[in-house]
């Protein structure tokens, strides 16, 4: 292993969050089923804006709409017809023969906020009466259902030298306000993500802070602590029978793989990618956790989410946590700042995939907690002249792409004001199943710690229009 190397530098098995020990696990989980021959898509990547994207101003405008509703800018015609998109959307305009809109997602939670936004639509779970009694105390539990991307990976055969389910660039939110739905919870803690943070003063770098080789190791010293470790491990085989130690014995072999694999590390460095490419992204961290992306479905990863990773620079401009979250100024943080981002990096995924013949194969997904209330105007913003959107769990947009999507359409639609679903409506729960359908997951059987079979998500189903 090349310690001198820009990006992704694993090892000691301490601290393997990325393997499941970020979040207490309850049971055993299913086996491995290999997937159908049906389903196109080998991986899935996930581009969450955290924040809450305003559906109303980019995927699903409303042009006829009163002004106070519409706001300002214009709905634009695209390489497909049919497929309007926003006006300064223009990159992405040109890939929309490959985009799926599913407008008018019913996602209402009885909060209208965040934690659960992300619960519902990470999970495909209606969250239970916690969320609205505990509030931003509502952390991640380990009975919580798991999230989309933890059930891939306990369905999916493990990957032979990298982790079945990546995360980044970041663990959203801040401690101790961590969004519950990211992690496998009562699936097993094994099939927690790996997660791979990233910064935006060094876009190039990405790393897992609870796996970090020390300077002082290389691999022939970490081997050789190893085999010290191997005679203390033999000393306590009769505990072997604990589920919980072989979970860790689990983890620490899958570790220590990950540690000694330059197969893992190549794989990590973006900085590897020519300079037109990484240009072509955008040399921002968003941009290049979508570049890392890629490489990690080149090398077989099936799940990797990129959650936005929000700005402070934005945080006083759009009244926010920097991210999607636009209570005010909605309409210069959009123009000047969000979208043009979003704009370059996901239009160059899908661009990238299609020229690498890996689109059809890799499904692509953006959504978010929520979408922005239609009506400008938020009360702790400055109301109409704050220029602001707030929360609206209920109605968002989901794209799709690629994994046997059919692109250059629309499915379902919203009201004329974009408020609430209107026509074809589907749930987090149906978006979840075309997931699972698309990666031909189709056995949501579990087994609970008492040996009693269950269903990973009972509701819902695949919107087979799509495909």
């Not at 938020?378 to 704050?386: A, E, F, H, T």
Request: charged share 20%; glycine share 8%.
């Amino acid at each position: 292993m090349n310690q001198s190397r820009r990006s992704f530098v694993v090892a000691s098995t301490a601290g393997i969050a990325g393997f499941g020990l970020g979040t207490p696990g309850l049971i055993g989980a299913p086996q491995a089923v290999a997937a159908p021959s049906k389903g196109k898509a080998k991986s899935t990547i996930l581009f969450f804006l955290a924040g809450g994207a305003s559906h109303i101003d980019t995927w699903d405008m409303k042009p006829n709409a009163p002004e106070e509703y519409r706001g300002v800018f214009k709905q634009t015609a695209t390489a497909a017809p049919g497929v309007p998109l926003c006006e300064h959307l223009p990159m992405l305009a040109k890939q929309a023969k490959h985009l799926a809109i599913i407008q008018g997602v019913k996602s209402t939670v009885n909060t209208n906020d965040h934690h659960a936004g992300y619960y519902y639509n990470l999970t495909g779970h209606v969250p239970d009466q916690s969320f609205l009694s505990l509030g931003n105390n509502r952390t991640p539990m380990p009975d919580d259902w798991p999230f989309m991307g933890s059930v891939v990976s306990a369905k999916r055969p493990p990957h032979p030298y990298l982790p079945s389910l990546v995360t980044l660039p970041e663990k959203p939110s801040k401690a101790p306000y961590t969004r519950p739905g990211q992690f496998a919870a009562k699936l097993g803690i094994e099939y927690d993500p790996l997660y791979v943070m990233g910064t935006f003063d060094k876009p190039l770098i990405f790393n897992a802070p609870s796996i970090s080789l020390d300077a002082s190791l290389n691999p022939k010293r970490l081997t050789d602590r190893q085999a010290i470790l191997q005679k203390l491990d033999d000393a306590k085989r009769l505990l072997e029978h604990s589920s919980k130690t072989k979970t860790w014995s689990k983890l620490q072999d899958k570790a220590m793989s990950l540690l000694l694999s330059a197969q893992a590390t190549k794989a990590f460095d973006v900085a590897e990618e020519p300079v037109a490419v990484r240009e072509r992204y955008g040399n921002n961290t968003n941009a290049m956790s979508l570049l890392l992306a890629r490489r990690l479905v080149e090398a077989g990863v099936p799940f990797i989410t990129v959650f936005w990773l929000g700005e402070e620079r934005l945080n006083k401009k759009c009244k926010s946590g920097g991210g999607w979250d636009t209570h005010g100024n909605n309409f210069n943080c959009l123009k000047e700042d969000l979208l043009p981002s979003f704009d370059r990096s996901f239009s160059a995924l899908i661009e990238d995939l299609s020229q690498r013949n890996l689109l059809d194969s890799t499904l692509l997904m953006v959504t978010s907690e929520m979408g922005r209330k239609p009506k400008i105007g938020d009360p702790r913003s400055g109301g109409i002249n704050g220029a602001g959107r707030d929360h609206w769990t209920h109605c968002l947009s989901v794209l799709m792409a690629g994994g046997g999507i059919q692109g250059g359409q629309v499915h379902g639609a919203s009201d004329k004001r974009g408020e609430f679903p209107e026509q074809k409506i589907v749930t987090p729960a149906d978006v979840t199943k075309t997931v699972y359908h698309a990666m031909a997951i189709n056995d949501l059987e579990a087994v609970d710690k008492e040996g009693r079979p269950y269903n990973l998500l009972a509701d819902g189903n695949p919107i087979l229009d799509l495909f």
